[in-house]
């Protein structure tokens, strides 16, 4: 079992930054590849940017591709999210979620063995 925890999240103006921390606990942290996802109100649950278990390789979402970055130090088992330029469709529940290693990145919730419990993101215009 992998325990997830999520934090950062808040309420922001557009233009703004938050960044959004994901503590894990359980198994080896650096087994896993890790994303991060987001579900907007009334949506479907969506990729935002995943990461390979070194951290060496990374993907995004083209919608926030150049504003977001994914990172995650493993030493302290934790994967992060930066999200610059905020604008209002970035709001949603944002969930951190790992995977098996060889599946990283992938855009599919259902590939993801273990999720946290979320944390709101809020972007006002």
């Known amino acids: 079992q992998v325990q997830l925890v999520e934090s950062g999240g808040g309420l922001v103006q557009a233009g703004g930054s938050l960044r959004l921390s994901c503590a894990a606990s359980?198994?080896?942290?650096?087994?896993?590849?890790m994303g991060w996802f987001r579900q907007a109100p009334g949506q479907e649950r969506e990729f935002v940017a995943g990461?390979?278990?070194?951290?060496?390789?990374?993907n995004y979402a083209d919608s926030v591709k150049g504003r977001f970055t994914i990172s995650r130090e493993n030493v302290k088992n934790t994967m992060y999210l930066q999200m610059n330029s905020l604008k209002p469709e970035d709001t949603a529940v944002y969930y951190c979620?790992?995977?098996?290693?060889?599946?990283?990145?992938?855009?599919?919730?259902?590939?993801?063995?273990?999720w946290g419990q979320g944390t709101q993101v809020t972007v006002s215009s």
């Open positions: 359980g198994r080896t942290f650096s087994n896993y590849g």
């Open positions: 990461i390979s278990w070194s951290g060496g390789k990374t």
């Open positions: 979620a790992a995977s098996p290693s060889t599946a990283w990145g992938s855009y599919l919730p259902s590939v993801y063995n273990y």
